[in-house]
């Protein structure tokens, strides 16, 4: 295990370090220490390592991953594993705004609340919050799935595209073109899958599925006021 | 017609004019907003306002063909391990895959590259075509970040951060239905067919201060290697320059309002944005009073047509020009030899701006598969390139004649106004006087 001291090393020593493995996997598990809210850390790794940070993260924490498992043991600031390809970015306490924004694969798992914007733009990610989200959550959202255990804040889904989104809990009001729709035996089985794939133990039949009722696909006149 | 009218004593009105008339008409026909591309179709000052003061007794001039007048110039020296070297100071906007055709984006990267340029992918990501035929692509990291991966943004050779362009400054991109082909929606995460809206403002991150800390990621990921452009759309330039040179921008992309787009609401074409003539000299204030006028590269578009725009932008302190409408015309965009197919669609040659509705007759603004193969890449990369080069020489033939031995050296000193506007826009003379309006006597 290959041990990275932020007090005492850079952000840029540490990337650089991880990045160099991308050619040769010479080291496949490391460890940070003292991350202090600094941000970028451990962000465009490709290769499959296992990045365990011990303490917070600033903006940015696992962005744009391919195929490492990232592990905060605290919380994560703005853009936690942004437009995530591949691999697992798990965020021990609370992620803020935009987690997983614009991310095409991999799973990112919140064992907390998620801030506003969770899952923005999300294009294939999947998410799993074990508590709530804020508003605009999967705000634009193109494909991939986003699961709430707690509530979810204001507009839920607004101008959703192909993503579905499972929540447990209270959701505040459904965004623009965002509707419920029924959860049928699939759905029960991908959010199972989703879940064991969390290590978060929840009941899928608790949950309610919402989806994008395609209405804002085409510009028509008469949908002008959701415009 | 319109004459046929006159003499029988029909007046037509100022305020309503015909083309006005026609859009209340259009509105009420259809109740959607007119969306369009092309860039702005009203007049508002620009280059053909400013005129060179050429050598004669004070200053002397260089002997064409003979003395040499460099055009090379260095993109992303204030913070890349690899600024851009281009031969030229001319670069290609970023102008979408999806907006045009992948034949027009090969092409675009063709000619860039036989005369040593850039081109720019555009919102909807990088194509095998235009990385493969680009010596120099930079890659845009846009709101929508449609079809945006790390291995693309590695393959970049530098990476260009949307705020904004001049024909949209605060709107998001668009792309209609018929574009969206498999190709183009596989590319972008939609659904075939679908109208497309993308997002006007970054999902994870607002404001300068969010900014810094963007390309601070963006760098980590791409190992310092990259210079990092910042775009914005000519609005409140001043302002805008110092925040993206202050969130730690390489090069700032100043587009104005002239600017070209693929669809965007015409309402939003004519009335947002300054011209590029004012944007300039408030850019390269702002880069000065932070001591960073050159180190920070400034490259303007909106509107460049002639080496003489070439020119006039780099005298005002441009460090190189962008080109988006002109490159597309040069490679056969509004061409007559299509006018009876722009007829056809209602339009005509040298008029066509309805790229949104995917049917350009010359295969450059549509995903059609047959209208695409109208576009024979190396031909329209070989007509860019002579363009391109016309430009450079025009551009050459100017500067040496104010004296100048490299682009760079031409300065707003080489420069008078024709009109008031002008004058006070690019902050130099008018024409046969000192006076230059809002700056004192
Ligand atoms: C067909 C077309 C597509 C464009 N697509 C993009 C784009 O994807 N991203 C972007 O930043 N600007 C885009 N632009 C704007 C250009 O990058 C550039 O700012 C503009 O064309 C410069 O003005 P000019 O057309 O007068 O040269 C596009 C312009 C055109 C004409």
Same mark, same amino acid.
């Given at each position: 295990?290959?041990?990275?001291?932020?007090?005492?090393? !850079?952000?840029?020593?540490?990337?650089?370090? #991880?990045?160099?493995?991308?050619?040769?996997?010479?080291?496949?598990?490391? #460890?940070?220490?003292?991350?202090?809210?600094?941000?970028?850390?451990?962000?465009?790794?490709?290769?499959? #390592?296992?990045?365990?940070?011990?303490?917070?993260?600033?903006?940015?924490?696992?962005?744009?991953?391919?195929?490492? !498992? +990232?592990?905060?043991?605290?919380?994560?600031?703005?853009?936690?594993?942004?437009?995530?390809?591949?691999?697992?970015?798990?965020?021990?306490?609370?992620?803020?705004?935009?987690?997983?924004?614009?991310?095409?694969?991999?799973?990112?798992?919140?064992?907390?609340?998620?801030?506003?914007?969770?899952?923005?733009?999300?294009?294939? +990610?999947?998410?799993?919050?074990?508590? !709530? +989200?804020?508003?605009?959550?999967?705000?634009?959202?193109?494909?991939?799935?986003?699961?709430?255990?707690?509530?979810?804040?204001?507009?839920?889904?607004?101008?959703?595209?192909?993503?579905?989104?499972?929540?447990?809990?209270?959701?505040?009001?459904?965004?623009?073109?965002?509707?419920?729709?029924?959860?049928?035996?699939?759905?029960?089985?991908? #959010?199972?899958?989703?879940?064991?794939?969390?290590?978060?133990?929840? &009941?899928?039949?608790?949950?309610?599925?919402?989806?994008?009722?395609?209405?804002?696909?085409?510009?028509? +006149?008469? &949908?002008?006021?959701?415009? | 017609?319109?004459?046929?009218?006159?003499?029988?004593?029909?007046?037509?009105?100022?305020?309503?004019?015909?083309?006005?008339?026609?859009?209340?008409?259009?509105?009420?026909?259809?109740?959607?907003?007119?969306?369009?591309?092309?860039?702005?179709?009203?007049?508002?000052?620009?280059?053909?306002?400013?005129?060179?003061?050429?050598?004669?007794?004070?200053?002397?001039?260089?002997?064409?063909?003979?003395? *040499?007048?460099?055009?090379?110039? /260095?993109?992303?020296?204030?913070?890349?391990?690899?600024?851009?070297?281009?031969?030229?100071?001319?670069?290609?906007?970023?102008?979408?895959?999806?907006?045009?055709?992948?034949?027009?984006?090969?092409?675009? %990267?063709?000619?860039?590259?036989?005369?040593? /340029?850039? /081109?720019?992918?555009?919102?909807?990501?990088?194509?095998?075509?235009?990385?493969?035929?680009? *010596?120099?692509?930079?890659?845009?990291?846009?709101?929508?970040?449609?079809?945006?991966?790390?291995?693309?943004?590695?393959?970049?050779?530098?990476?260009?951060?949307?705020?904004?362009?001049?024909?949209?400054?605060? %709107?998001?991109?668009?792309?209609?239905?018929?574009?969206?082909?498999?190709?183009?929606?596989?590319?972008? /995460?939609?659904?075939?067919?679908?109208?497309?809206?993308?997002?006007?403002?970054?999902?994870?991150?607002?404001?300068?201060?969010?900014?810094?800390? *963007?390309?601070?990621?963006?760098?980590?990921?791409?190992?310092?290697?990259?210079?990092?452009?910042?775009?914005?759309?000519?609005?409140?330039?001043?302002?805008?320059? *110092?925040?993206?040179?202050?969130?730690?921008?390489?090069?700032?992309?100043?587009?104005?309002?002239?600017?070209?787009?693929?669809?965007?609401?015409?309402?939003?074409?004519?009335?947002?944005?300054?011209?590029?003539?004012?944007?300039?000299?408030?850019?390269?204030?702002?880069?000065?009073?932070?001591?960073?006028?050159?180190?920070?590269?400034?490259?303007?578009?909106?509107?460049?047509?002639?080496?003489?725009?070439?020119?006039?932008?780099?005298?005002?302190?441009?460090?190189?020009?962008?080109?988006?409408?002109?490159?597309?015309?040069?490679?056969?965009?509004?061409?007559?030899?299509?006018?009876?197919?722009?007829?056809?669609?209602?339009?005509?040659?040298?008029?066509?701006?309805?790229?949104?509705?995917?049917?350009?007759?010359?295969?450059?603004?549509?995903?059609?598969?047959?209208?695409?193969?109208?576009?024979?890449?190396?031909?329209?990369?070989?007509?860019?390139?002579?363009?391109?080069?016309?430009?450079?020489?025009?551009?050459?033939?100017?500067?040496?004649?104010?004296?100048?031995?490299?682009?760079?050296?031409?300065?707003?000193?080489?420069?008078?106004?024709?009109?008031?506007?002008?004058?006070?826009?690019?902050?130099?003379?008018?024409?046969?006087?000192?006076?230059?309006?809002?700056?004192?006597?």
């Amino acid at each position: 295990m290959k041990t990275i001291d932020l007090d005492h090393q !850079s952000v840029r020593e540490l990337n650089q370090g #991880l990045h160099d493995q991308a050619s040769a996997c010479t080291e496949p598990e490391w #460890l940070v220490l003292n991350p202090a809210g600094k941000h970028a850390i451990a962000c465009g790794l490709n290769a499959k #390592l296992s990045v365990d940070i011990q303490g917070h993260a600033g903006y940015y924490c696992a962005g744009m991953n391919q195929q490492a !498992s +990232v592990t905060l043991h605290g919380n994560a600031g703005q853009g936690v594993a942004e437009n995530m390809m591949s691999g697992l970015v798990r965020v021990r306490g609370n992620a803020s705004q935009s987690a997983a924004a614009t991310a095409h694969g991999g799973l990112l798992v919140v064992e907390g609340d998620a801030a506003a914007r969770c899952g923005i733009s999300m294009k294939g +990610v999947d998410i799993v919050v074990g508590g !709530s +989200v804020g508003h605009m959550s999967a705000f634009m959202a193109q494909a991939g799935r986003l699961v709430v255990c707690g509530d979810a804040g204001e507009t839920l889904g607004d101008s959703l595209y192909e993503a579905r989104i499972y929540v447990k809990g209270k959701v505040a009001s459904l965004g623009a073109d965002c509707i419920e729709k029924p959860m049928r035996d699939e759905h029960l089985a991908e #959010l199972r899958e989703l879940l064991n794939r969390a290590g978060i133990d929840a &009941n899928p039949s608790d949950f309610r599925r919402y989806g994008s009722a395609r209405e804002l696909y085409h510009f028509k +006149v008469d &949908n002008a006021a959701a415009y | 017609m319109t004459d046929v009218y006159v003499k029988a004593g029909l007046r037509e009105s100022a305020t309503f004019d015909r083309i006005t008339i026609n859009e209340i008409q259009r509105a009420a026909d259809t109740g959607i907003y007119d969306i369009r591309g092309f860039g702005a179709k009203r007049r508002v000052p620009h280059f053909d306002d400013l005129l060179f003061l050429g050598a004669s007794m004070s200053r002397y001039p260089l002997e064409g063909y003979r003395e *040499k007048c460099a055009t090379d110039v /260095t993109l992303g020296t204030r913070f890349a391990k690899r600024p851009l070297k281009l031969d030229i100071p001319v670069t290609i906007a970023g102008m979408s895959f999806g907006a045009l055709s992948a034949q027009a984006k090969e092409a675009l %990267g063709r000619g860039a590259s036989i005369v040593g /340029t850039s /081109t720019t992918t555009g919102d909807g990501g990088m194509t095998p075509e235009e990385r493969g035929q680009s *010596k120099h692509l930079v890659y845009q990291y846009l709101p929508s970040r449609y079809g945006m991966n790390p291995d693309d943004l590695r393959k970049g050779d530098a990476i260009e951060v949307v705020l904004g362009q001049g024909a949209k400054p605060g %709107g998001g991109g668009m792309l209609l239905g018929q574009k969206i082909t498999e190709r183009v929606a596989g590319m972008r /995460t939609l659904p075939v067919g679908i109208d497309q809206r993308s997002a006007c403002r970054h999902p994870d991150w607002t404001g300068p201060d969010d900014l810094a800390i *963007k390309i601070e990621e963006l760098r980590e990921i791409t190992d310092w290697q990259k210079p990092i452009f910042i775009k914005i759309g000519a609005t409140r330039t001043y302002y805008d320059v *110092k925040l993206a040179v202050k969130a730690g921008a390489d090069v700032i992309v100043l587009d104005g309002m002239q600017g070209g787009t693929a669809a965007t609401q015409e309402v939003f074409i004519e009335h947002v944005g300054i011209p590029t003539l004012a944007a300039i000299p408030q850019a390269v204030q702002a880069l000065q009073e932070m001591d960073m006028h050159r180190q920070v590269q400034l490259i303007v578009s909106g509107g460049i047509r002639t080496g003489a725009d070439v020119a006039k932008a780099m005298a005002l302190g441009a460090d190189a020009v962008g080109i988006g409408t002109a490159a597309l015309i040069a490679m056969g965009c509004n061409h007559p030899k299509w006018n009876q197919d722009y007829e056809a669609i209602g339009s005509a040659a040298g008029y066509y701006d309805d790229y949104h509705e995917g049917r350009c007759p010359a295969g450059i603004s549509t995903q059609d598969p047959e209208l695409s193969q109208r576009l024979d890449p190396v031909d329209g990369g070989r007509r860019l390139a002579n363009y391109l080069r016309v430009l450079t020489m025009e551009a050459q033939t100017l500067a040496r004649a104010c004296g100048k031995s490299h682009l760079h050296n031409l300065e707003p000193e080489d420069l008078v106004a024709l009109t008031v506007e002008a004058a006070a826009m690019a902050r130099v003379p008018l024409a046969g006087t000192n006076w230059i309006p809002g700056q004192g006597f």
